[in-house]
């Protein structure tokens, strides 16, 4: 079957979908994304994500192309047209077509783009993936969804060329913020569950805002605070949260082993949490 898109009102073969030359996200990188994951037919955290959306285009004072409930309707849309099970539903607002001016257009009108496809389920019993740290070197809005993503793609390839699952940003100070598209956690040699802050510095990611609850009332200790690149590396277990990863243990780091090189105990109670978690989103 082939793909179907949606572009500005029109479902299309995903082949066939574009924008004008004079989009603003292609001359500027000027919109945001969100990416949802799709777990036996239904949205993981629609309402998380489309609040989030609505901080990004606030920050970047984008208008709404459409009232909320009609993009949940276009969503559901995108998923049936796709017959997606599982996968993921990309969407992007960007400022619309203008003449190329860095100011804002006296008339802007945002531009919608929606596509789905088919990604691997959900697994609890996920392997134990490899993170290499690299400088952080991006803009200092890194809590705004933007398209604009060259240094976390540079981030990425990098992983990809040294057999690394992710890459996590580290600032002058040996901090970590977080991964190109993932938030990093680690578990110290005390027990603490540890992930940096909501700030700034890092994207507030959905499913790490899950995992916060799912610790909180389960009696986890959890601390939110920057954590250091050495830290990490003493530190008995690590994973990475998101979208697309979902929670991932993080079994080496830079090379060495993390803990004892597997999957620990906490990561792997986090995941049960996590899958019984998605399971209660079906039932609702």
Known sequence: MSRVAYVQGRYVPHQEATTHIDDRGYQFADGVYEVVAIHRGRLVDEQGHLDRLNRSLGELCIGWPMPPSALKVVMREVIRRNRIHNGIIYLQITRGIAPRNHAFPKTPESVTVMTARSTAPFDPDVK?????????????RRDIKTISLLPNVLGKQQAEEEGAYEAWMVEENGQITEGTSSNAWIVTVDGELVTRQASHAILNGITRLAVIRLATEEGIELVERPFSVDE????????VTSTTSFVKPVVRLDGDPVG????????????????????DQDAA
């Open 232 to 239: 990490a590396r003493k530190a008995r277990e690590a994973f």
């Open 128 to 140: 134990g993936v490899s993170v290499i740290t690299i400088p952080e070197i991006r803009w200092t």
């Open 260 to 279: 004892d090189g597997e999957p620990g105990p906490l990561t792997r109670r986090l995941i049960e949490y996590y899958a019984a978690y998605l399971d």
